[in-house]
């Protein structure tokens, strides 16, 4: 073997106790007990070990400008209007080193997939997605990024902006997405972005239902266009802050026919923590989708990070855990079957979103892991527990030492 890690508990069933993974040309080739074979070894110490944690919904292209941003002067305000005007000024040599810098971090933090979103309009053209679409080559040693097209400022309304959607996907973005929110006809941008996915036979990926109230939510649309152009398993709503504003059995119903269509959704607990409840001086709403109420009625669903250091959400260290525990913290989630489904929601909910056919650890499937110091998914979430260790296609990518009381 290339490479034998031992001592790892799999994420997916810690409880059976530590096993060897061997690994052989990038790939995985045994997982046992006391693995019989020879090679270089590296030690888990019996913590868990996964195949990596996915970003499922994260924008390389505009993190880390909120130095360039004032701060709001009133509790009421577009972080979409405040970063428009500053994207014509962004080259592409600006975008490719902020978004490394996150990209790396992402990598430190145990991710080694990701799906990044990528606006392009007249404002910004094609060059954040020149600049990602380098950075998807230059780092894929350590992390596979795949790049979703939208138009953040509308469709319909910003004459220009379809074309460079169509040009994205005819240059290899593997999924379509967009925000109809922002669009003077938000559903003619949805009939339209469904359209370009049958077209292209790209997922789709839409940032959907912001806001104070559950009137005039998009997702019932979007729900019957899976349904009539048969793309369920293949769409995703993310954000979703409105199911949050729902009583338990209205909330019922939405899963169910999301759960029936095959629409899955992607919770993005900081942002949406940060711009909900601006309307309110006191008792303020949290505004972040239950995902676990969601999974539990058949829902498929996933946590990321959204935004890193920018306006609409001013934070953030590319930790999934970290937000994974802000999820159960907000969602007072504290059962440890719950907490277990936060972690898979970072794992093996987020690859079947993703349609991830070659994730987890398997005989078979290439040789990403990532070991964490926890013996159990649950403790990892709880205590926001950092990886030691990632290794992509066998190769470590990442280490970091636990840290050490230096007694007298």
Not at 225 to 239: D, F, I, N, P, S
Not at 313 to 321: A, N, R
Request: aromatic share 4%.
């Amino acid at each position: 073997m290339d490479l034998i890690i031992r001592n790892a508990r799999l994420s997916t069933r810690p409880e059976d106790g530590p096993v060897d993974i061997g690994i052989e040309n990038g790939r995985i080739g045994a997982i046992a007990p006391k693995l019989s074979a020879e090679g270089k070894e590296h030690d888990a110490a019996g913590g868990i070990v996964c195949a990596g944690l996915i970003e499922t919904h994260i924008h390389l292209d505009k993190s880390r400008i909120i130095e360039r941003c004032p701060p709001e002067e009133t509790r009421e305000f577009s972080p979409v209007k405040s970063v428009a005007p500053m994207k014509k000024t962004w080259t592409v040599e600006d975008v490719h080193a902020r978004a490394a810098r996150t990209l790396e971090e992402c990598v430190l933090h145990g991710a080694t997939r990701m799906r990044t979103q990528v606006e392009v309009d007249p404002g910004i053209g094609m060059r954040g997605f020149e600049a990602v679409a380098a950075l998807v080559d230059e780092y894929k040693w350590a992390i596979d990024v795949e790049m979703c097209v939208f138009p953040q400022e509308g469709l319909t309304n910003y004459p220009g902006t379809d074309e460079l959607v169509v040009e994205g996907l005819k240059r290899g973005a593997k999924v379509v997405g967009g925000a109809p929110r922002y669009d003077t006809d938000g559903p003619a941008q949805i009939e339209r972005i469904f359209e370009l996915g049958r077209e292209f036979d790209v997922d789709i990926d839409m940032h959907l239902d912001v806001g104070p109230t559950a009137d005039q939510m998009f997702i019932h649309q979007v729900c019957d266009l899976t349904e009539k152009y048969k793309r369920g398993g293949r769409v995703v709503a993310g954000h979703m802050a409105k199911l949050s504003t729902m009583p338990p059995d209205r909330l019922k119903e939405v899963a169910r026919r999301l759960a029936d269509v095959g629409v899955a959704v992607t919770v993005l607990p900081a942002t949406d923590l940060y711009l909900m409840g601006r309307d309110q001086d006191h008792n303020v709403r949290r505004g972040v989708a239950d995902a676990n109420f969601l999974l539990a009625h058949g829902v498929n669903c996933s946590l990321s990070s959204n935004n890193v250091l920018n306006p609409a959400t001013p934070y953030g260290d590319c930790s999934l855990v970290r937000m994974a525990n802000m999820h159960a913290n907000l969602l007072q989630v504290r059962h440890p079957k719950e907490l277990r489904e936060c972690f898979a929601m970072l794992t093996e909910r987020s690859a079947r979103l993703l349609n991830l056919a070659d994730y987890g650890i398997k005989v078979g499937n290439p040789a990403d892991i990532v070991i964490f110091d926890a013996q159990t998914p649950e403790q990892a979430i709880a205590e926001v527990r950092n990886p030691l260790a990632a290794f992509k296609r066998g190769r470590q990518t990442m280490v970091r030492q636990p840290a050490q009381l230096l007694r007298p």
